[in-house]
């Protein structure tokens, strides 16, 4: 079993900015891809941002610029730095770990989710 607890969220004003993260601990052998997703209610989630085990990055289009995903490998960490938040921006966001657990299986983990409300 792999856990994911998410923490970081809360309420900010428009041009604010907020850090999530997100630890995944558990039956871990190895964390490969991680990402962040948002969910609104009645929308489908839309995946953020992801984070390779390698540190090669890419980003949902309406964040570039203004968010940015990291990871600390040794904590089993991901970040999710975002910066000038606007209104449309406010969501449930998710964390997700691809996970190769110490029976060498591969699972996706995803966390309960945090809310993020940026007020106009």
């Known amino acids: 079993q792999v856990q994911l607890v998410e923490s970081g969220g809360g309420f900010v004003q428009t041009g604010g900015s907020l850090r999530l993260s997100c630890a995944a601990s558990?039956?871990?052998?190895?964390?490969?891809?991680m990402g962040w997703a948002r969910q609104v209610p009645g929308k489908q989630r839309e995946l953020v941002a992801v984070i390779t085990d390698g540190g090669t990055t890419n980003y949902l289009d309406s964040v570039k610029g203004r968010f940015t995903i990291s990871r600390a490998n040794a904590k089993n960490t991901v970040y999710l730095q975002m910066n000038s938040l606007k209104p449309e921006d406010t969501a449930v966001y998710y964390c997700?770990?691809?996970?190769?657990?110490?029976?060498?299986?591969?699972?996706?983990?995803w966390g309960q989710g945090t809310q993020v409300t940026v007020s106009s």
């Open positions: 558990g039956s871990i052998f190895k964390i490969n891809d």
């Open positions: 997700n770990a691809i996970v190769t657990t110490t029976t060498r299986s591969t699972q996706s983990s």
